[in-house]
Structures are given as C-alpha cells and as structure tokens.
C-alpha cells in the first residue's frame, strides 16, 4: 500500500511537471510567438517581430505587436487572432506532443494562423493539412491540464 501511495505521488509530481502550458511562451519573457506580432500574419501577410512599446497580456503569455493599431485589433478579439494549439508546433500536436515553432514557419488555413517547428516540418505539415489539423484538434485537449482544457 505505501507503495502505492509513493508510485501515485510521483505519478501527480511528473503529470504536473510536464503539463502544457495553454500558451507557447519563451522562458524569458514569458513572450508568445518569441515576440511576433500575432496579427501581423493576417494584416501584412508575412511574420513581424513586435515591440515592447505595443504588449499587452493574454492567457498567461505577453503579445507583442509591431503598432498601435495590430495591439488594439488583438484586444478586441485576441481568438481571432491567437495561433491555433497556443502557439505550439501543428505537426507536434497532431502527433499528440508539443514542439517549439519557428515563427517563419506558418501558414493561415480557414482564417486560422499555425505555426511549425521549421520549414521542413511544415512542408510534412502542409502535405497532409486537412487530416493533420483535425487530428491536432482532437489531439490539443488531451495535451492540456485538465483545468485549462475544460475552460476552452
């Protein structure tokens, strides 16, 4: 039985340990898309690094953008325009894992923005798209703690 116990409260100890975070975020910084401007992909059409003059913080992480007005865009509809599985690799997570991103790795799909780990992941990523987001949507809750997936 003491056994037991032990084995359950390391169990609990590395669950909690390697939880997903909701948000992608740099260790320094606590930056979402190490620093891009999230709305920048739907407005400009290419990534852009933010500034710390427009940040603002959302779900835990701090967004950068690279003008007033892409800031004030994120605020009133930050779902619009956050990545899809926090920031997190797309291939990863149809893998059932998480992978950091490249932020010169993404793709807009459906009005939707995704990320990838680099080029040659996301060329796996884009030859398989529509298969591979729906498994990553089926995949993403089941990365998350229990309490962040419940609140989507």
Same mark, same amino acid.
């Given at each position: 039985? +003491? ?5 359950? %409260? ?12 909701? &948000?992608?975020?740099?260790? %320094? ?14 407005? $400009?059409?290419?990534? &852009?690094?933010? #500034? ?10 701090? !967004?950068?953008? #690279? ?10 509809? /930050? ?13 990863? &997570? ?8 490249? /932020?010169?790795? !993404?793709?807009? &799909? $459906? ?8 080029? +040659?992941?996301?060329?796996?990523? #884009? ?9 990553? $949507? ?15």
């Amino acid at each position: 039985m +003491k056994s037991r116990i032990i084995a359950l %409260i390391f169990l609990t100890f590395l669950t909690a340990a390697f939880a997903v975070e909701p &948000v992608n975020k740099t260790l %320094i910084g606590g930056l979402a898309i190490k620093g891009y401007d999230t709305v920048a992909y739907f407005t $400009d059409g290419k990534p &852009v690094e933010g #500034s710390k003059e427009f940040e603002t913080t959302w779900d835990g992480a701090t !967004w950068r953008f #690279s003008s007033e007005a892409n800031l004030e865009s994120f605020e009133s509809d /930050p779902e619009k325009y956050a990545p899809q599985y926090g920031g997190y690799c797309a291939w990863a &997570v149809s893998q059932g894992t998480t992978a950091n991103i490249d /932020p010169k790795s !993404w793709t807009i &799909v $459906d009005g939707k923005l995704y990320l990838n780990y680099n080029e +040659k992941i996301q060329k796996k990523w #884009s030859s398989n798209r529509s298969a591979l987001i729906k498994k990553a $949507d089926e995949e993403w809750g089941k990365l998350l703690p229990k309490s962040a997936a419940g609140s989507e």
